[in-house]
């Protein structure tokens, strides 16, 4: 038994549910019928929500976060808006997320996805995959590059449009820190459109997923920049635990 | 004023598209390693070699085709993710639901008792995330094993769910069949068997 290592591994800060969307959006029309009609039903965190999948630079391909690199076809590189995404991964206590895999999925540069079920009638390009990943190093830093994303439109009310965006995966280094969510770019006028966006109930939540230009960092010739910063739970002190031997 | 903290970075959906980041080769592409992230064990991990499988449901009794869902578990000594583990078990694993059917599966191994936040023991158990287009924060459950009722009847999660008929739809159900032993675990998202799932 591994039950050594639950006494120095604090809970998690509840998780404010009232900031994140909630289940039942109906705007957005799929969470309809895909939202729990019950309670969620609170779970002290045991073991297993305290700990999580640890994934290292040997997971990785040296070009897993070179989007514009990592899917040449045609010996070309991808094309588009040139944009590098940095930024630092962090948790609530400010404490950077060191060594945690992040997951970056996105279209192209017309909107198009490269998935089977995507038949939007922009063109796919050779050299896009649109699939990319990195681990933060030890002061939560991750960057990767990339092209513009396009917007593009979809089946909710005909028809709404997304803004450019990226999605995002974050482990963090507990199963209670998962993470999965969307970056916008700063000034996309179809931000304020978006049903999936006013999921979200707070405006000022809504301002923590829109990347900020970042011309201070910007590639001369090469690439503009955005900053993304990326909150994860705090990891809280263990105070009063019901620990067998005393505190 | 209470004390202030940076706020978490808000959830959204993972959209339709969701295995070109997170499985690539399941979304048709093929230049990364292909990767099996449903087998979290195969041969020469210590343990009883297990299946899980099912679908996951929608309010109007249609399978979600579209789902991600990824498992957590310990290894059959109740340590997660054991640091110098040289049998390759991480504890993880990944799976995108049959585009046409909806069923998905996980090859693993049974995972030994864990303990509760006071040192109780708890009743084997797979930590389970779900998430898809139209699912704003992902859903997290849990899935438990039939053939250890004793366990179970004990289980402090499961006992934290005060109405104790919904502590059925966590317990997977043995199938019958000779071969490696197959659990099969629906989920519910909306309804009258509607699955538990946990803030926590």
């Known amino acids: 038994m591994s039950d050594q290592g639950q006494d120095h591994l604090g809970e998690f800060t509840r998780r404010d549910r009232a900031w994140h969307p909630p289940a039942y959006t109906p705007q957005y029309k799929t969470s309809v019928l895909r939202s729990p009609g019950k309670a969620l039903v609170s779970l002290r965190q045991s073991i297993g929500e305290r700990t999580g999948p640890v994934f290292g630079h040997g997971d990785l391909d040296p070009l897993d976060n070179d989007l514009i690199r990592n899917y040449i076809t045609t010996g070309e590189e991808a094309i588009g808006e040139r944009v590098i995404v940095h930024g630092r991964v962090l948790d609530e206590m400010g404490r950077p997320v060191k060594g945690t895999l992040l997951e970056v999925w996105q279209a192209n540069a017309g909107g198009r996805y490269r998935h089977r079920n995507d038949r939007y009638l922009a063109p796919l390009d050779p050299n896009f995959g649109g699939c990319g990943r990195c681990v933060t190093d030890e002061d939560g830093r991750y960057f990767f590059r990339t092209i513009k994303p396009g917007p593009y439109p979809w089946m909710n009310h005909n028809s709404d449009w997304r803004p450019s965006h990226i999605h995002f995966s974050l482990f963090g280094t507990a199963f209670a820190q998962r993470l999965v969510t969307q970056m916008y770019f700063e000034g996309d006028p179809l931000i304020p459109l978006c049903p999936i966006i006013s999921t979200i109930p707070d405006r000022s939540a809504v301002d923590m997923l829109v990347a900020k230009l970042d011309m201070g960092e910007m590639v001369p010739f090469d690439s503009l920049v955005y900053r993304f910063d990326i909150v994860l739970r705090g990891r809280r002190s263990t105070f009063f635990e019901n620990r067998p031997e005393g505190n | ?200």
């Open chain 2, 1 to 200: 004023m209470p004390v202030q903290y940076l706020k978490e970075t808000p959830s959204q959906t993972g959209g339709p598209y969701v295995h070109i980041g997170c499985l690539p080769a399941f979304a048709g592409l093929n230049r990364r390693t292909q990767e099996k992230l449903h087998v979290l064990a195969g041969g020469g991990v210590p343990g009883e070699q297990i299946r899980i499988e099912g679908v996951v449901w929608d309010g109007s009794g249609h399978p979600l085709r579209d789902v991600m869902l990824e498992l957590w578990q310990a290894d059959s000594t109740g340590a997660y993710n054991a640091p110098g583990d040289t049998s390759g078990f991480r504890g993880w694993g990944r799976v995108g639901a049959d585009a046409e059917t909806g069923l998905w599966a996980f090859e693993t191994i049974r995972p030994g008792a864990t303990p509760w936040v006071d040192g109780r023991p708890q009743a084997p158990h797979c930590s389970l995330l779900l998430f898809a287009r139209g699912i704003n924060i992902h859903l997290h459950t849990r899935i438990y094993f039939d053939d250890r009722a004793d366990a179970n009847a004990v289980d402090p999660a499961l006992l934290s769910i005060e109405l104790a008929d919904r502590r059925q739809t966590l317990i997977a159900t043995r199938q019958p069949g000779d071969g490696i032993p197959t659990f099969r675990f629906d989920v519910h998202l909306q309804g009258a068997q509607e699955t538990v799932f946990f803030d926590c």
